[in-house]
């Protein structure tokens, strides 16, 4: 059994409590991550040009690098789909991005939140954990870290949001800064969020499974 001190109560746990414990913080930090990799993946599709011309594009379609390029043969008429669909981009973005924020800010704050909050419990069910501390120590930091991007990603928020906001109520394109669109101001939100995804959240990730692993880790019989 398990006991801790918190505020003058003491509080016990079972050892099969104890372990969900250690390694809740891992499964919450697992779900952010894959989250943050999805948001990340979802949102950078309509930075760049559709892969068409990729090997898999070709096979799902079944058409040969020599057909695809017979297709695309007219420049004008490839530039031509290339504004369209840009103009388009422009015109779906905000939608998307306020539906997509509406929705999975929730989720990323509840991961987060979980994670911060497990790792935290475990910092007070110290006892066993050995060298392991240091490693939900670490992984409480880095965690936290992933709001203090929060200023980075919020101009590009806002304005998306924004943008959709001024079309519903029939403001035209909906455009806040002239010489920034919707694609532009994705490709900022993207580009903090890679940062992000690929610092603080992997490395609090990282602290938190080899915490767990190690903590967890019988050793073998002398």
Aim: aromatic share 10%.
């Amino acid at each position: 059994m398990a006991t801790t001190n918190i505020l003058g109560v003491t509080f016990t746990i079972t050892p099969t409590a104890l372990t969900v414990l250690r390694i809740a913080p891992l499964i919450s930090s697992t779900a952010s991550l894959t989250h943050a990799y999805m948001e990340w993946l979802t949102n950078s599709s309509f930075i760049g040009p559709a892969p068409v011309d990729s090997s898999l594009s070709r096979f799902l379609i079944n058409e040969s690098s020599r057909e695809i390029e017979s297709i695309e043969a007219d420049a004008n008429v490839r530039k031509q789909s290339q504004q369209d669909i840009e103009a388009a981009k422009e015109l779906v973005i905000p939608e998307w991005f306020t539906h997509f924020f509406n929705t999975g800010v929730f989720s990323v704050i509840g991961f987060n939140n979980l994670t911060l909050a497990a790792a935290a419990f475990n910092l007070d069910f110290d006892h066993g954990l050995g060298e392991s501390k240091i490693f939900y120590q670490a992984g409480v930091g880095f965690a936290a870290a992933h709001f203090a991007f929060i200023p980075l990603v919020a101009p590009s928020i806002s304005v998306l949001i924004g943008m959709a906001a001024r079309r519903r109520k029939g403001g035209g394109s909906g455009t806040i800064a002239e010489d920034k669109g919707a694609v532009e101001w994705i490709s900022e939100w993207v580009s903090y969020h890679k940062i992000r995804m690929s610092t603080v959240d992997v490395l609090a990730w990282g602290c938190f499974a080899w915490g767990a692993i190690n903590v967890l880790t019988v050793a073998p019989a002398s």
